[in-house]
Structures are given as structure tokens and as C-alpha cells.
């Protein structure tokens, strides 16, 4: 009997929770789905799942050769860039392919206010100039690089509350997970008087309506552009990953 391959998923998205599922209805394949677990109520997945890190590279290669995986996909978060280049070196280390599903980034359209930063210590430099009640949409991570603002009100959306010891900007949090409408959007901009929105250029469309609503009401994005990833082959959905794999086993 021929053994099935093994697929660790490395996940914390949407589209990787769809992936996993997906897959393990593949004859011949078996799917391992991995998060970080930094979300109180992470996206739940139907396949065999495991949350928490790894110990770095190495780590992650050991449990590679343990579990006896075959192939290494990469569906984590496009901020994520310490994980992703982990994963490359694990998958190098182990001698198995890797690949990486990487939803697109927003891009510009006409009626766009953006600001593109390279990161947030550059989004709160030139904050100041911009409003005194800014929306800040870039989870609990980054909270602290905008502390030091005391002259800006932040409303703050995230899905879990920050940890007790980071110092929070004054302002309000919103505990909420996407996905948002437009309509809920729109007042909630409006609602708070908000003049500029910080986001990071996640992709997708869970939280793209507040761009569309920023665009209608003349509002500025500060955009936090994604970090570097490791070089390797990349697909933007998961029907390609897919295909890939029909490509690599199953043709």
C-alpha cells in the first residue's frame, strides 16, 4: 500500500483554514494544520491541528523529520515575515519543497489618500500632522510604538485585548474580528470623527471595506507596507495551491 503524503499547513488565515480542509479531503495526502495561537479564539480547523511555535528553524525542522513531512506550506499571515523565513530554512534543512500562499496586497485606486510607510515606527512619525483622532487597525503587536502620541486620540480595533504590560496610546479599543461591511465601516469613521486610518497592507477582504470607506469620506490611510519574505515559489489562492499539488502528486 502506498503511504500518503504529509502536508503541514502553516496557517492563521482564512484562506489557510479553507486550504487545510480542501486538502484533507485529497485521497493519498494528509494534512497537518499549525498556528501560532497568538488569537484567544483562533480560526478553527476540520483537519488534525497544533497550535503554538516551534522553537525557531530548527525546531520546526525537527518536527519536519518527526511527523515525516513531505511538503511544507506556508499560509501564515503576510506580516509574519520571521515565521516564513523559518519555514524556508526548515524546508532547506529537510530537503522538502515549500510553498508559499500569499493573498494579494491592496493596491491604490483612484480616490486613494494613501501615505505608504515602511513601518509603524514611520506610520507615528507623521501622525502628528495628519489628525488628532486616528483609527488604528494594526492589531495588539504594534500597540506600543504609538504610545509615546499624546496629543492624538486613537480608536483601536484588535482581536484580543493587548497583554497587561504593554503601554496602551490613549484612546479606546474595540475587540472585534472581521469581516466588517461597509455600511458598519463607514460609521464607525464617522461616528468617532475619525481623521486618518493607520492600517498594515494585509490583503484580502476581510477588512478592505474600511479603505473603501476611508475613500468615499476623504479619509488618509497611513499604509504599513509588508516586510521582506524569503525568496521560493509563491501562489496568490487556494485553488492554486492546489493545482500545485495535483501538479507535484497527483498528475
Not at 65 to 88: K, M, V, W, Y
Not at 157 to 162: A, E, N
Not at 220 to 241: I, L, W
Request: contains cysteine.
Amino acid at each position: 500500500m502506498t503511504k500518503n503524503k504529509r502536508v503541514l499547513i502553516l496557517g492563521g488565515t482564512g484562506e489557510a483554514a479553507v486550504l487545510a480542509a480542501k486538502i484533507a479531503a485529497i485521497p493519498g495526502i494528509d494534512a497537518i494544520a499549525s498556528f501560532a495561537g497568538r488569537t484567544r479564539e483562533p480560526i478553527t480547523f476540520t483537519t488534525p491541528s497544533r497550535r503554538g511555535g516551534f522553537g525557531g528553524a530548527t525546531g520546526l525542522a525537527n518536527y519536519l523529520r518527526q511527523e515525516g513531512i513531505d511538503c511544507l506550506i506556508d499560509a501564515t499571515h503576510p506580516f509574519a515575515a520571521q515565521i516564513s523565513f523559518n519555514a524556508a530554512q526548515a524546508a532547506s534543512d529537510c530537503g522538502i519543497p515549500r510553498l508559499m500562499l500569499s493573498r494579494p496586497a491592496w493596491e491604490k485606486v483612484s480616490g486613494d489618500n494613501w501615505i505608504e510607510v515602511e513601518n509603524n515606527q514611520a506610520a507615528a512619525n507623521i501622525l502628528p500632522e495628519l489628525a488628532p483622532r486616528i483609527f488604528l487597525t494594526i492589531g495588539r503587536q504594534e500597540l506600543a510604538s504609538y504610545a509615546h502620541l499624546n496629543n492624538i486620540w486613537f480608536l483601536m480595533r484588535m482581536i484580543d485585548p493587548p497583554e497587561p504590560d504593554v503601554i496602551v496610546p490613549i484612546g479606546k479599543l474595540l475587540l472585534e474580528r472581521g469581516p466588517f461591511s461597509l455600511q458598519s465601516e463607514r460609521s464607525l469613521l464617522q461616528e468617532y470623527k475619525i481623521g486618518a486610518i493607520v492600517s498594515k497592507n494585509s490583503g484580502g477582504d476581510a477588512t478592505y471595506a474600511k479603505i473603501i470607506a476611508a475613500r468615499e469620506l476623504g479619509i488618509t490611510v497611513v499604509m504599513v507596507q509588508r516586510p521582506p519574505v524569503p525568496e521560493g515559489e509563491k501562489v496568490a489562492d487556494v485553488k492554486s495551491v492546489l493545482a500545485w499539488l495535483e501538479k507535484r502528486w497527483l498528475s
